[in-house]
């Protein structure tokens, strides 16, 4: 089972249209992959129904599910909460936040205002996330992102180590930008080990979270379509 929820296409910064970066996952046996582009108030509704056109050919003719997410990314910490709900309004699967990863200026106190938003599901690479934090994205039930990416990476350790201390539930993602980046079952094993995670947790993290996700995502486009 390999699960992905933080993808990029050309939508963003990627480098793949989002049909191809689909087809590149059904090839390394992803179960489910999240494309979340990086939107603001600006893209986010254009972002998601263009994502959502590919992601439904890839289930119909290759029976992959793909969900539709959107990053938020460098949106003013204040105005976090309103973008998640517009997100969600347009047809988001699921809402990530660009958290406060130690190689980006994003605005202190974007960790905060993502997991009080009420909207973010997935708070992506929080760099040096405050031990009250974590505690509130365990209250808050907002998956902590241990990332495989460059440098958002180096926070890994401390996002593990907080994230445990206060209940908190870990996804490992890619974050990935490129065909080179798609996750392997060995590779996401691999950054586990190396947040820390022991063997139990990572069972937990990487087979067990996505499917609580997965819970919440279907529960959402239940409720929409009633
Ligand atoms: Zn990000
Ligand atoms: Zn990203």
Redo the contacts with the bound molecule.
């Keep these: 089972m390999l699960y992905d929820f933080h993808t990029h296409t050309f939508l963003s910064d990627g480098e793949l249209l989002p049909m191809e970066l689909i087809r590149r996952c059904v090839v390394k046996g992803y179960t489910v992959l999240g494309i979340a582009d990086?939107i603001s108030h600006s893209t986010v509704a254009r972002v998601i129904e263009e994502v959502r056109r590919d992601a439904e050919l890839g289930k119909k003719h290759w029976g992959i599910e793909v969900f539709v997410g959107a990053?938020i990314?460098h949106v003013p910490a204040n105005a976090i909460a309103e973008v998640a709900a517009h997100g969600l309004a347009v047809g988001a699967d699921y809402i990530v936040c660009?958290?406060e990863?130690v190689v980006e200026p994003v605005e202190p106190g974007t960790n905060k205002a993502a997991i009080l938003s009420g909207n973010v599901d997935i708070l992506?690479?929080p760099g040096l996330i405050t031990a009250d934090d974590a505690k509130l994205a365990a209250e808050h039930e907002v998956f902590l992102e241990i990332s495989c990416r460059k440098g958002?990476s180096l926070a890994n350790g401390r996002v593990v180590q907080l994230g445990r201390e206060a209940g908190a539930k870990f996804l490992v993602n890619t974050?990935g930008h490129a065909p080179g980046d798609l996750l392997s079952e060995e590779f996401a094993v691999t950054v586990a080990h190396a947040a820390g995670l022991s063997d139990d947790e990572i069972k937990q993290t990487l087979y067990e979270n996505p499917k609580i996700l997965i819970e919440r995502i279907e529960r959402r486009r239940r409720e929409r379509t009633r």
């Design positions: 990086h990053e990314t660009h958290g990863t992506a690479h958002h974050d």
